[in-house]
């Protein structure tokens, strides 16, 4: 029986992106894409979808004529015309021996060659090594490296006369012009033969140096005076003249070798800068940073070709900068810096005098700490690694350019931080281990395409600003929501939000949560575990987003604090006036001792102090503060300012704010104004007393106008609903007269005094009401289909909270927020009929409905949330229990509530059930008139209100018909449109 053929072995590798995605995914291994290989990077697709690019900073593969690829190896072998490197990226051949050209390096369209000025002797090959042993103490050694050359003059002992050097150039394309580094450049030259700006190769001013290394630096080195000429025939050649000061020293130790250094002027590669010295260091083996044993300050700069291999506008989740650290006088775990780079320069032109500017901008820069580098105290030479995300993330996204980076000890005072790591050249003295190119720099970097679904808005808890620093908002819990609407119109089915939160100042972040997927315009959401945050302190927190093509980056931060809720100044009045105004509305008073009134409301504090501040209009300090200390919540304080603080015909301004039992303060309130004008009458009414409905339309009262003590008086002036008045009475003293309002709802009398000179006195205001409180004026207004805000296109959700607690039917009452077990009953004395908050009835325009009529109401503040009311009616039996829901927008601050639809009703027996719902969408701009719903007809004994806050909000659109209305019966149809917004507490 045959036998089966043993399956192939599988291999690692994919043509292409698409077909590597999968392989990884099958093979759960990293899959290289071959056609996104190059000569200094190589391109893994992940298991996970993301792909990862492993760069070199200069050239570690070369493309074979076959199309395949070959590690770079810079061991001479023979060829035509002499000997050169088995795979490199320069195209250079050193010399055989003999009178011909030491050196050939061709880039493809210019090149040049290098002459000696003797014959040269066969020379002895020794790996990327060719060494011509010219006399006893003397040898010219080429090595090949990655863009080019070294040569040296190798001198084994002291010499007797100064060792002198002549190198003959014949250049194709190019000439020689010395550069500002001491050096000189071969530049491109045009048709005439000119020199152009544009520079081939560079050769760094030469350098002698001894074998002495100390922390694996020569430290006995010298720079070389080096002449240039032009032979007659066109040729140039460089003078070399060694000091003999420096070799003839005892100190110095042999051999020494004379070094000039011909490369290519790529952006890319390594180098260092040292504070001993102002030379190249360019093609040098190793890379240091810090203070030197001998005082020395070194610093190192890197640059890959990153976007050559991530390209740009895809999303860095991580970029890890891996240096083979050689050398560190400590096994203690030593600090390195990394700094992107800000401006053009050249590795061959950077010295410490020259090197380039770096940000230090913690946006951007990176560090690590490792202890390798001595072996001697038991720290072998290894890897550092250094996460240079957020760098990486910049120069792919565009934010900074890529100049590369500048490495840098953590100090440069402290000799143990010193470090030096294998640069992108060998070394052929073999004085260090830099002598492979599995030891060069690299940079790894991990990337995805961006998610394709986009943050449209955040929110946590029911504050919706996006705002930090003072601005940030306040949450009362400690496992707050946090919400993202979310939208992709390219992968629209499943959208994952990932959170995470961090306190404000740390150093990482506290935790991270995913949410559940949901569709395109929906929600995301989660919250944020208990035993994590802390009251009384600030927190920040991000979003990113995946849809399927990998994660978006983390957006900016939000911030907010946690603390107990804050007590709300819910009421102020300033008596005798009722009002609280400012500019020329602001009311006049006729005593220099008013009464000051407010009530606060608190969701976690049974008790608050509230202060009192009043100031003169335009003052620059308080007049007078005083704290009424313990007042129960939901009690009005009141307090007299003093004599002797306000003055007749001043004008002031006066606010409170709060301090509850947990010590969070309240915001100060709005200022409340008022005049004070001794000379203004005083009205009174007891048919229409202030601040109470009354009467009613076409019904007179009797209005008394009383002038000021000691005032002389001629006559008043009045107005019902007119200011300033127009109406005159003569009078000499106090005087009741008739005024018939012709409307119910809210009126305001405003009246002056005028004495015998004609002087008149400030306008006093008398608000007053007509009417039960209810109203029978039905209207035919129309719901409209509002534009459906942009930010956001949700599903609905409905989860209840629960919680009980007692609020006076006095006074407007601060009632929770989102997610918060809470809620609150309302409860009016038996026998009440009106309103449960008695204020001025006004027209007021929805957003989607106009509702007009008289209303029962109360202040919900800063909440979001389903909001229930029960009412228990009397009505005549034919009529049957309704459920009616609409929708109102919620406005950050306060809005008032209706009680129920606009119709007219006869007393009888039942009940009526209204369900209100609320929502926030801070991009609709606030109207004037979209504060309060209105509902007209007559209502019996109200025996309770229950609001109940559910742990969601929504955006709907919602639109009504009247099927049938009648005086002993009314129906209302209500059809709900596609909604456009809904939250779910997590």
């Known amino acids: ?174 000439t020689m012009v010395a550069n500002e580094t001491g050096g000189y450049d071969f530049v491109k030259t045009d048709a005439d033969g000119n020199a152009t700006a544009t520079v081939v190769y560079t050769m760094p001013r030469p350098r002698m140096y001894s074998s002495l290394v100390v922390d694996e630096e020569h430290v006995q080195s ?39 250094v011909v490369s290519s002027t790529s952006r890319y590669g ?62 203690s775990a030593r600090s390195v810096y990394a700094y992107p780079i800000t401006e053009a320069y050249t590795m061959t032109s950077a010295t410490w005098s020259n090197q380039p500017s770096y940000t230090t901008s913690s946006s951007y820069s990176a560090s690590a700490s490792f202890s390798h580098g001595n072996e001697d105290l038991g720290c072998p030479n290894a890897t550092g690694a250094i996460n240079v995300t957020k760098m990486v993330q910049a120069w792919v996204s565009g934010t900074l350019t890529d100049y590369g980076m500048l490495v840098k000890a953590g100090s440069e005072s402290d000799t143990s931080y010193a470090k030096s790591f294998c640069a992108m050249n060998l070394d052929t003295t073999e004085a260090t281990s830099c002598t492979t190119s599995s030891r060069y720099p690299t940079l790894s970097v991990v990337y995805t395409s961006y998610s394709t679904a986009t943050v449209t808005n955040r929110a946590v808890e029911s504050q919706t600003l996006c705002t930090t620093g003072s601005a940030r908002p306040t949450v009362t819990t400690t496992t707050p929501g946090l919400f993202a609407a979310v939208t992709d119109t390219v992968n629209p089915e499943a959208i994952i939000s990932e959170f995470e939160w961090w306190a404000v100042g740390g150093s990482a972040k506290l935790g991270s949560r995913q949410s559940q997927p949901v569709g395109s315009e929906g929600v995301t959401a989660v919250s944020v575990p208990a035993d994590v945050l802390s009251y009384g302190q600030n927190y920040k927190w991000r979003v990113r987003t995946n849809s399927g093509t990998g994660w978006s980056s983390f957006g900016a931060f939000c911030e907010f604090h946690v603390d107990y809720e804050a007590p709300v100044i819910d009421q102020q009045s300033t008596v005798p006036a009722s009002t609280c105004v400012t500019g020329t509305d602001r009311p006049v008073l006729n005593t220099t001792t008013p009464t000051l009134t407010a009530t606060a409301a608190d969701a976690d504090s049974t008790t608050t102090d509230i202060t009192f501040d009043v100031w003169a209009v335009g003052g620059t300090a308080a007049l007078k503060s005083w704290t009424d200390s313990a007042i129960t919540v939901g009690d009005q304080t009141s307090g007299i300012v003093p004599t002797g603080v306000l003055v007749n015909g001043g004008s002031y301004q006066w606010r409170v704010r709060g301090l509850d039992n947990t010590g969070r303060y309240s915001d100060w309130t709005t200022w409340c104004e008022f005049t004070v ?238 369900t209100r719902t609320i929502s926030k969408d801070d991009s609709i701009t606030l109207s004037d008139d979209l504060t309060r719903f209105q509902v007209s007809g007559t209502f019996g004994d109200i025996t309770q209100v229950n609001l109940v806050v559910k742990g969601a909000f929504s955006f709907g659109n919602y639109t009504y018909t009247t099927s049938s209305y009648a005086s002993s019966n009314i129906n209302w149809n209500w059809t709900k449109a596609q909604p456009y917004l809904s939250k779910k507490c997590s």
Request: charged share 20%; hydrophobic share 35%; with cysteine.
């Open 270 to 331: 390594d180098t260092y800068v040292s504070e001993a010295n102002n030379d190249s260091h360019v093609s040098d083996s190793d890379l240091r940073v810090g203070l030197s044993s001998v005082g020395n300050k070194r610093r190192s700069l890197i640059r890959f070709n990153t976007l050559s291999s991530v390209p740009s506008g895809k999303y860095v989740s991580s970029a890890t900068l891996n240096l083979y650290n050689n050398a560190s006088p400590t096994c």
């Open 677 to 914: 004008d001794t000379s203004a009458p005083t009205v009174t009414s007891a048919d229409y007393p202030a601040g109470r409905f009354s009467g009613g339309p076409g019904v007179a009262g009797a209005f008394t106008f009383t002038p000021a003590t000691g005032a002389d008086v001629s006559s008043f002036v009045y107005g019902l609903d007119v200011n300033p008045p127009a109406t005159a009475v003569a009078a000499s003293g106090e005087i009741s007269i008739p005024i018939t309002p012709s409307t119910s709802d809210s009126h305001v009398l405003y009246v002056r005094a005028v004495n015998a000179s004609g002087v008149a006195s400030g306008v006093v205001q008398y608000p007053f009401s007509v009417g039960t409180g209810e109203s029978g004026d039905p209207s035919d207004e129309t719901a409209t289909k509002p534009e459906a805000p942009a930010d956001y296109s949700m599903g609905e959700n409905t989860e209840d909270t629960t919680g009980d607690g007692d609020v006076s039917a006095s006074a407007v009452k601060r009632v929770g927020s989102i997610c918060a077990s809470k809620s609150r009953t309302i409860q009016p004395p038996n026998g009440t009929t009106g309103r449960i908050w008695s204020t001025a009835n006004a027209k007021m325009t929805t957003y989607y409905n106009k509702v007009r009529g008289n209303i029962y109401q109360v202040d919900f503040i800063d909440t979001i949330g389903y909001v229930h009311w029960t009412g228990t009616k009397p009505y005549n039996a034919t009529e049957v229990t309704n459920t009616v829901t609409w929708s109102v927008d919620y406005w950050a601050g306060s809005i008032t509530v209706g009680a129920k639809p606009e119709g007219s009703f006869n007393r009888g027996s039942g009940t009526v059930n209204w």
């Open 1 to 174: 029986m045959p036998k089966t053929p043993a399956a192939a072995p599988e291999t690692y590798e994919r043509p292409d992106e698409e077909s590597a995605r999968l392989a990884a995914a099958k093979t759960g291994k990293d899959i290289l894409v071959t056609d996104e290989t190059s000569p200094t990077a190589l391109t893994y697709t992940q298991p996970d979808g993301s792909l990862r690019s492993e760069i070199a900073s200069v050239p570690v593969r070369v493309e074979q004529s076959d199309g395949s690829w070959a590690d770079v190896n810079y061991d001479l072998h023979r060829v035509a015309g002499g000997w050169a490197p088995k795979v490199s990226p320069a195209d250079v051949v050193f010399s055989a021996g003999g009178d011909g050209p030491a050196v050939l390096l061709d880039n493809g369209t210019r090149g040049f060659e290098m002459s000696w000025a003797t014959a040269l002797p066969e020379p002895v090959i020794d790996g990327n090594k060719a060494t011509y042993q010219l006399t006893s103490t003397q040898a010219l050694e080429l090595v090949a490296t990655s863009d080019g050359f070294e040569q040296s003059l190798k001198l084994s002992a002291p010499p007797v006369t100064a060792p002198k050097q002549r190198l003959g150039f014949d250049l194709d394309g190019l």
């Open 222 to 260: 010298q720079t070389v005076p080096v002449s240039l000429a032009t032979d007659q025939d066109g040729s140039q050649y460089l003078d070399l003249s060694a000091g003999m000061p420096f070799l003839t020293n005892p100190e110095t130790v042999y051999p020494v070798w004379i070094d000039p």
